[in-house]
């Protein structure tokens, strides 16, 4: 008779014990994910993207885009999203599990994080409760847009994010995002 093989269910403990050797790990209900770093290219389109984000989210009084090495923890669980936004914490020196629900968590995809980012990750975000999440496709040239109880919506040109609290939308151009890779629309 065959046994199936059971796979090692990971802790938080152990996750914060592995090296800091440049690769991101994450832990998704046990499961241990490891990314190496991302390329330049992925960098850059964060960056345009945080630009936009940055001064729309400080008017608004939204909180803060927070970059990686920030992380979402709940329920045993800790991912590192490549940005997303909350509130500050209402404390100094408050956990990350006691940060406040991201209202914007965002994921470029890389030839390693593509099955991840739009399966486990997608889930994870989704049943905790994340308001809005956006997976952006380099290779496309098209970002994802996930709102709770909506259709996901794929977008090549642009779209507005209105969360709550915003008096006004921002508009997002994809070829602000992409920058001249983008098509002209």
């Known amino acids: 008779m065959h046994m199936a093989a059971s796979t090692k269910q990971w802790t938080l403990e152990e996750l914060h014990s592995l090296p800091d050797d440049g690769n991101k790990y994450e832990l998704i209900d046990g499961e241990l994910y490891v990314t190496p770093p991302p390329n330049t290219d992925h960098e850059k389109i964060l960056a345009r993207l945080s630009r936009l984000l940055e001064p729309y989210v400080a008017r608004e009084r939204l909180g803060f885009v927070y970059h990686p090495r920030s992380v979402f923890r709940i329920s045993g669980s ?108």
């Open 78 to 185: 800790e991912v590192e999203p490549d940005l997303m936004v909350r509130q500050p914490p209402p404390r100094a020196h408050t956990k990350w599990e006691d940060m406040p629900l991201p209202i914007l968590v965002v994921e470029t995809f890389s030839p390693y994080t593509r099955r991840r980012d739009v399966g486990v990750k997608y889930d994870f975000y989704t049943r905790n409760g994340i308001a809005e999440h956006w997976m952006i496709d380099a290779e496309r040239l098209t970002i994802t847009v996930a709102r709770l109880g909506e259709e996901d919506r794929i977008i090549a040109d642009a779209f507005a994010w209105h969360p709550a609290g915003a008096s006004e939308p921002l508009t997002i151009h994809c070829q602000e995002v992409f920058g001249s890779r983008a098509p002209n629309t």
